[in-house]
């Protein structure tokens, strides 16, 4: 069983336009969908904002006894000159970057990772290729913060220079996931990009354009599992 994790509402709602057989249990205050696409089993919720409620929705997920892997998407601040609106990024590694025991373990206290398996990054580096979606590889950081500060960006580059987005669920969703030994991917469509002046598209417009491709990649996701 395929575990989806959504950041929006909206991304919910797409996935489970393509999802067969629903049928859906409240846990906790989690709504869990369950269902199938292509014949893959899933189970699907929305996660909200934040770590906390990201860590609640994958603890949930992970005691599911038929689950074999958690996908998360959802949206992103991109932090690269080369990255446009509505690119893909796809997490080859995961970054709690707002976690800081440095005054008692130093340099080693600062930030935890959780990588990535590599056949799941191939895969879907072979999915983006497939639908045409520009995408980069890299580590998605993330911390209990809108980033809107010039300062917050630069502070995050200077800890962790090889972030290639910042958002807010995906390293809570990667360390829970870790303890409970299944495997997981994170994949942020960028609204965003720290470096530019300028966002070219209008919010409610790119909400829909990345819920579309979120539940795509999903799509094709299950399609060829």
């Not at 989690?30 to 269902?35: E, N, S």
């Not at 720290?194 to 399609?223: G, L, R, Y």
Request: proline content about 3%.
């Amino acid at each position: 069983m395929l575990g989806i994790i959504c950041a929006m509402e909206s991304e919910l709602q797409e996935v489970l336009k393509y999802t067969e057989n629903q049928s859906k249990r409240l846990i906790g205050t989690t709504q869990i969908h369950f269902g199938t696409i292509h014949n893959e089993q899933v189970a699907a919720c929305l996660s909200g904002v934040g770590k906390v409620n990201a860590a609640m929705a994958t603890t949930i997920l992970c005691q599911l006894p038929e689950l074999n892997m958690i996908i998360n998407v959802g949206v992103a601040g991109g932090l690269k000159q080369e990255q446009n609106v509505c690119d893909l990024v796809i997490s080859d590694e995961v970054i709690q970057a707002d976690f800081d025991t440095s005054p008692i373990d130093g340099q080693e206290g600062i930030g935890l990772r959780f990588p990535v398996r590599e056949e799941l990054v191939e895969k879907a580096v072979r999915i983006a290729e497939n639908l045409n979606i520009p995408y980069h590889v890299g580590a998605v950081a993330t911390q209990d913060l809108f980033m809107a500060r010039k300062e917050d960006f630069n502070r995050l580059m200077k800890r962790f220079a090889q972030s290639t987005c910042s958002e807010m669920e995906g390293g809570a969703i990667a360390q829970v996931a870790d303890a409970f030994q299944v495997p997981f991917l994170v994949l942020r469509t960028l609204s965003d990009i720290a470096c530019h002046d300028d966002n070219p598209m209008e919010f409610s417009k790119f909400t829909k354009m990345a819920s579309e491709q979120a539940a795509n990649v999903i799509n094709a996701w299950c399609a060829i599992n």
